[in-house]
């Protein structure tokens, strides 16, 4: 540690050292940002698009409750319902009631798999027609014919305050299944709600609209949540385990959380949160980090490999370099203790640079030179 050389090495490496791990670092850590943010910003928008997706999933079936409540069958099965009837007019009530029957059937049938069970409730709160699925009949214990709805507040709601209500998914919970449901108000030609068409949105259906043409790799996951943080499934949702709520909170507050942390198995993943101001979801978009940093871990593994590669260079320099300075001066060094002994004549190499150390080899050869001239006066005299 007391040789020039390895000082001197020492201090060039540091030089070349410090400034390589700086960048190497910095690189990293920018490298990591940008690769989240663009990655976090892929899930955004695809889980955006689903968003849109679902919310369209909505309106289509607003505009079918919509087109059915329009129907002449439709306002005229409500302008005879609950009112004295004559003989003549029971018969077209029970006429029109089949009427409407068929087409909830017929709706229900060419939309099965979108939706479950069509059916209609009246004044009393009860359900009064629901056809039954894959025959016209009605009454099959598979239809909701006779069940009260009286305490569903979203079928409630929309039946007192006349307007489109979507519930959650747990107010429609049947054998081993559960529904989010769509209750739209059928009003009369004064704008009075006298029914209501309840649509049983299948859950299935929600989850291909999520999962359709999209490209998340092999650990990529789209799915969505209650605004309890319960994942939604089709069978089993009592039974699901809340997932992360400070993110779900944050999406609802927010609109939106984004973040990198641990999903309900404990795996790192990036993940977006997407809240919905109109509906009782969140959409949850995932990968898991490992997978989606791959190809930047491919990048950094090569750009640490250039560092290395570089620092070894700075070493095999930093060593050329401290011996072109130290050898000069070592052999000057072991010259002028020569010098000391007595010998004068000598005639020391690297006179001819034209740095420091030249200057200091011919400085050195004038004091020899000198030396021996008064040696020789001396000697004379």
Same mark, same amino acid.
């Given at each position: ?79 005879? @319902? ?21 087409l909830l059937f ?27 699925? /894959? ?35 747990s107010s429609w ?38 999962? +359709? ?36 909170? +944050?999406?609802?507050?927010? /609109? ?7 999903? @309900? ?117």
């Amino acid at each position: 540690m007391n040789s020039i050389r390895t000082k001197l090495t020492i201090v060039l490496l540091l030089m070349a050292l410090i400034p390589l791990a700086t960048l190497g670092i910095i690189i990293y850590n920018q490298t990591t940002g940008i690769f989240t943010t663009t990655i976090q910003e892929y899930l955004l928008t695809i889980a955006q698009a689903k968003d849109d997706a679902l919310e369209n999933y909505i309106v289509a079936t607003e505009d079918i409750g919509r087109s059915l409540a329009a129907t002449n069958e439709m306002q005229r099965y409500i302008e005879l @319902a609950g009112t004295d009837l004559s003989a003549e007019e029971a018969a077209e009530f029970v006429e029109v009631s089949q009427q409407v029957s068929d087409l909830l059937f017929s709706v229900q049938e060419a939309h099965w798999g979108k939706y479950h069970h069509v059916f209609l409730i009246d004044a009393t709160e009860k359900i009064v027609i629901s056809p039954n699925h /894959g025959a016209e009949s009605q009454g099959s214990p598979s239809s909701h014919l006779g069940e009260d709805t009286s305490g569903n507040e979203w079928a409630r709601n929309a039946l007192r305050r006349g307007t489109t209500t979507v519930s959650d998914y747990s107010s429609w919970v049947e054998s081993d299944h559960t529904h989010q449901m769509l209750f739209f108000p059928v009003k009369n030609s004064v704008g009075g709600t006298r029914a209501v068409l309840g649509f049983e949105l299948q859950i299935p259906h929600e989850q291909e609209i999520l999962t +359709e043409n999209v490209e998340l790799g092999e650990t990529g996951n789209i799915f969505l949540v209650t605004t309890d943080g319960v994942p939604i499934v089709y069978q089993g949702i009592e039974n699901q385990t809340s997932l992360n709520t400070s993110a779900v909170i +944050e999406a609802q507050r927010d /609109g939106s959380s984004l973040g990198r942390r641990l999903n @309900a198995e404990g795996v790192d993943v990036i993940d977006v949160y997407l809240g919905n101001a109109d509906y009782p979801w969140v959409l949850v978009a995932e990968v898991e980090a490992q997978e989606a940093f791959r190809n930047l871990f491919s990048i950094q593994t090569t750009m640490w490999i250039g560092l290395i590669i570089t620092f070894f260079f700075v070493v095999v320099l930093s060593i050329l370099l401290s011996n072109y300075i130290v050898n000069p001066i070592k052999k000057l060094t072991q010259q002028m203790e020569q010098v000391s002994l007595g010998e004068l004549d000598i005639k020391v190499s690297n006179a001819d640079r034209k740095d420091e150390i030249g200057q200091l080899v011919q400085a050195f050869n004038r004091i020899v030179t000198s030396l021996k001239i008064a040696m020789r006066g001396f000697t004379d005299g």
